[in-house]
T-cell receptor, first 116, second 116 residues
């Protein structure tokens, strides 16, 4: 089975540009998570969805960030406008069942974003 | 509140030495799950193990072993006869049943360097 798929793997953009990161969770998984990883702040949860519905977006840094999950097999994280401090690796993860706490999160390979 | 502490930021060992990575957690839930992930230099996050709060048996998988002690709220990870390929950042994580959607609480990670 294919794992979590993220695209692009690398993105270099200039400050002020719009950036869209994409994620395809593992088929059949009900929950999807977006994380950001930086040296300074480590691994931060940005937002997560259960059954395509955003549950907690308290980790989204500011209004420049938005995330959608239009269907069970696709999610996007958009940054508009991008800033150099958004440079990080962005991970997407999915789990098969929502709630209960017992399920393992499986991570995608990440998107390395560089904002110049 | 849920919290995971990995007090060791960086560890260096010489190849073939044993090394233990510490993980201490906090939760008020009686049902919870603990995880270890490995992040090699290539950047992906690889799931290693999951443990539930009702199972305190230690687990061994090849050179890897995990010691779960509820009395000290610890879930430590030992690598026996370390190898250069073990060099990575290791994350401990907690998921509690009270939370919706399997939200994970990650520690800050321990960077392990195995010197040949």
């Amino acid at each position: 089975d294919a794992g979590v798929i993220q695209s692009p793997r690398h993105e270099v953009t200039e400050m002020g540009q719009e950036v869209t990161l994409r994620c395809k969770p593992i088929s059949g998984h009900n929950s999807l998570f977006w994380y950001r990883q930086t040296m300074m702040r480590g691994l931060e949860l940005l937002i997560y969805f259960n059954n395509n519905v955003p549950i907690d977006d308290s980790g989204m840094p500011e209004d420049r960030f938005s995330a959608k999950m239009p269907n069970a097999s696709f999610s996007t994280l958009k940054i508009q406008p991008s800033e150099p401090r958004d440079s990080a690796v962005y991970f997407c993860a999915s789990i098969p069942v929502a709630g209960g706490g017992e399920d393992t999160q499986y991570f995608g390979p990440g998107t390395r974003l560089t904002v110049l | 509140a849920q919290k995971v502490t990995q007090a060791q930021t960086e560890i260096s060992v010489v190849e073939k030495e044993d090394v233990t990575l510490d993980c201490v957690y906090e939760t008020r839930d009686t049902t919870y799950y603990l995880f270890w992930y490995k992040q090699p230099p290539s950047g992906e996050l690889v799931f290693l193990i999951r443990r539930n709060s009702f199972d305190e048996q230690n687990e061994i998988s090849g050179r890897y072993s995990w010691n779960f002690q509820k009395s000290t709220s610890s879930f430590n990870f030992t690598i026996t006869a370390s190898q250069v390929v073990d060099s990575a950042v290791y994350f401990c994580a907690l998921s509690a049943s009270r939370d919706t959607g399997n939200q994970f609480y990650f520690g800050t990670g321990t960077s392990l360097t195995v010197i040949p």
